[in-house]
């Protein structure tokens, strides 16, 4: 089988390309070489590889950037899904298409989670496009997948756990503010490409969630990575209001696995496992990365 990967230099498309192509044939593309807004160059590039699947893990996700640059967000993250989905209805193709959990409003009560059938109502601009791409892909492709991930972390790119190794290490002294009352599932983009790999397998279709098990904090992400990374630190927990930012984040964004639990497909792990494995892992490349 075929798999064309778009966004290939991203956290998630790196991984994807790592991980499936030991048992697929694998194109990697990247924004340069495949760019998902311009319907011409989406349209010649599918028909030249001709892929049976197509992995869209190409996105604008800076939240707060997606405020004051709507354009290009909804661009990339809605009219590049609709592209991709007018694609597959004209080649056979299967479009895999990542979302996320900020196409949700956090509002109900810890613990609670969200589950596939849970009606999307995004607070910022990114979820609002990350949903449109979503509409673009149901309604213009009849072979599709939308896997919804969240707070991903890992080795390719920059991500929350980058950003706060790099403030621990250029001012190990400095009091660093993490907001302690939004919750998530930090996901291993490895652990996550592990089982898109799975849900290519078993031929799925729809929209499934997949996030780490368990849940916690912005604070309580830092704090784990940061005392298993070893190094000094000092972070302070802080409420949303005291760490104000351009967009609006849900509060709760736990997402449940249902579905891959009812069809006994689920290879996600808890958070606190993945983070330690990624750590034990990478910890000197993290370390050399940030300090150059």
């Not at 900020?102 to 509002?107: E, I, K, L, Q, T």
């Amino acid at each position: 089988m075929k798999i064309l990967i778009c966004g290939a230099k991203g956290l998630l498309g790196n991984d994807c390309t790592n991980v499936l192509r030991d048992s697929y044939d694998v194109i990697s593309l990247n924004s340069n070489e495949l760019d998902i807004t311009d319907p011409i160059n989406v349209m010649r590039e599918i028909k030249y590889f001709d892929p049976e699947v197509i992995i869209n893990c190409a996105a604008y996700t800076r939240v707060d950037d997606c405020e004051k640059n709507r354009e290009k967000a909804r661009m990339i993250n809605a009219f590049g899904a609709k592209n991709l989905a007018l694609c597959t209805q004209n080649f056979g193709s299967k479009l895999i298409h990542i979302s996320t959990d900020y196409v949700f409003d956090g509002r109900k009560s810890l613990p609670e989670s969200y589950s596939e059938e849970d009606v999307p109502n995004p607070l910022c601009y990114y979820g609002q496009t990350k949903f449109e791409g979503e509409m673009m892909v149901s309604n213009f492709s009849k072979n599709y997948l939308i896997v919804r991930t969240s707070w991903m972390f890992g080795l390719n790119g920059s991500n929350f756990l980058k950003t706060m190794l790099r403030l621990a290490i250029k001012s190990p002294e400095k009091a660093i503010k993490v907001v302690n009352d939004q919750f998530g599932s930090p996901t291993w983009s490895k652990r996550l490409a592990i089982q898109i790999n799975k849900l290519i397998d078993t031929n799925k279709k729809g929209i499934y969630h997949a996030t780490s098990e368990g849940f916690c904090s912005w604070y309580e992400m830092a704090k784990l990575f940061l005392q298993t990374m070893r190094l000094p630190f000092n972070i302070i927990p802080c409420t949303t209001e005291e760490y104000l930012t351009r967009a609006k984040r849900p509060k709760n964004s736990i997402l449940e696995n249902r579905k891959l639990k009812e069809e006994g497909i689920n290879l996600m792990q808890d958070w606190k496992i993945d983070l330690k494995e990624f750590v034990y892992g990478f910890r000197e490349i993290l370390i050399n990365e940030i300090s150059k």
